[in-house]
């Protein structure tokens, strides 16, 4: 079945960086789109870019850019969030999800990772 | 402040119907045919339940149901079960600055 699964979660100091992956089984990587989304506790979902796996290719929200990266291994269908300078509200659950059809739909999500600033 | 508008919550007795409303702009609700809808309960991944506006996902129930006119979207879910109570997002494409942008999340409440 199609699946995303995610790296296990971390605690980091506040202007660390981190890196999230996200390894995609049962479907052709390069097919679909692959977003981030985040969820700070108590709070709501935030989309953070996507990454077209065939090619590279990124768009990130405006928020998030310069700050975050996103990038890929199609060799062994795994994608990456980098995100640099870490501060405290960047607490949150981060999620990858797969574009579900032509520009809608997250489906599946991965598990999530949760990354704690501190 | 979220991107797309939703009520903060919403309640209802088993057995009624409710509308969950998603307030955009012709940019990103009202741009194209991209307007998704999901459900969140406590502790859990969100999952998918409406895509395309309109559109279910297989297994999802046909008590779920999504509209839209104009800039703004709608997710019905009909004969209510306590079952239903969780969070609900949506979710659009959009031309502006961000591809992508959520709603602030509904609250879904069964008497």
């Known amino acids: 079945q199609v699946q995303l699964t995610q790296s296990a979660s971390e605690v980091k100091k506040p202007g660390a960086s981190v890196k999230v992956s996200c390894e995609a089984s049962?479907?052709?990587?390069?097919?679909?789109?692959l977003h981030w989304v985040r969820q700070a506790p108590g709070q709501g979902l935030e989309w953070m870019g996507r990454?077209?796996?065939?090619?590279?290719?990124?768009d990130y929200a405006p928020k998030f850019q310069g700050r975050v990266t996103m990038t890929r291994d199609t060799s062994i269908n795994t994608a990456y969030m980098e995100m640099s300078g870490l501060k405290t509200d960047d607490t949150a659950v981060y999620y990858c999800?797969?574009?579900?059809?032509?520009?809608?739909?997250?489906?599946?999500w991965g598990q999530g990772t949760l990354i704690t600033v501190s | 402040q979220s991107a797309l508008t939703q009520p903060a919550s919403v309640s209802g007795s088993p057995g009624q119907s409710i509308t969950i409303s998603c307030s955009g702009t012709?940019?990103?609700?009202?741009?194209?045919?991209?307007v998704s809808w999901y459900q969140q309960h406590p502790g859990k991944v969100p999952t998918l339940i409406i895509y395309?506006?309109?559109k279910r996902p297989s297994g999802v129930s046909d008590r779920l149901s999504g509209s839209k006119s104009g800039n703004t979207a709608s997710l019905t879910i009909s004969g209510l079960q306590p079952e239903d109570e969780a969070d609900y997002y949506c979710?659009?494409?959009?031309?502006?600055?961000?591809?992508?942008?959520f709603g602030g999340g509904t609250k879904v409440t069964v008497l």
């Open positions: 979710s659009s494409s959009s031309s502006g600055s961000s591809n992508c942008v």
């Open positions: 012709s940019r990103d609700v009202g741009y194209f045919k991209s």
């Open positions: 395309a506006d309109d």
């Open positions: 049962g479907y052709t990587f390069t097919d679909y789109y």
């Open positions: 990454i077209r796996p065939d090619n590279g290719a990124t």
């Open positions: 999800a797969k574009e579900y059809d032509v520009l809608t739909g997250y489906y599946p």
